[in-house]
Nanobody, 125 residues
Framework: QVQLVESGGGLVQAGGSLRLSCSAS????????IGWFRQAPEKQREFVAS????????QYSDSVKGRFIIYRDSAASTVTLQMNSLEPEDTAVYYC??????????????????WGQGTQVTVSS
């Protein structure tokens, strides 16, 4: 069992920055990836970024590459998503997720078994 809690969402102006944090507890030693996904109204949940916990490899969707950075905090149980140059299109509920399958790719939503409650990110024009 893994429990995930997101924090850091809020309202920012276009071009601004925001930092989201994901705190994991439980059987964190079995996690293969920590991922961030987002879901806007009337849209499917989509992949944003992930961090492979074995080798530290980060992956990003094309829409956020070069603007967002995912990294592990000094505390092994915390992963941060630094969001820069935010655009109104980034507005969504952002979810942290954990993959414990050992067979995922880091970008496939079906491999993530545990999810946080979500945090709202709103970017104004």
């Amino acid at each position: 069992q893994v429990q995930l809690v997101e924090s850091g969402g809020g309202l920012v102006q276009a071009g601004g920055s925001l930092r989201l944090s994901c705190s994991a507890s439980g059987r964190t030693f079995r996690m293969s990836y920590i991922g961030w996904f987002r879901q806007a109204p009337e849209k499917q949940r989509e992949f944003v970024a992930s961090l492979g916990l074995r080798y530290g490899i980060a992956q990003y969707s094309d829409s956020v590459k070069g603007r967002f950075i995912i990294y592990r905090d000094s505390a092994a149980s915390t992963v941060t998503l630094q969001m820069n140059s935010l655009e109104p299109e980034d507005t969504a509920v952002y979810y942290c997720a954990a993959d414990l399958s050992g067979r995922g790719l880091g970008t496939d939503i079906k491999s993530y078994e545990y999810w946080g409650q979500g945090t709202q990110v709103t970017v104004s024009s």
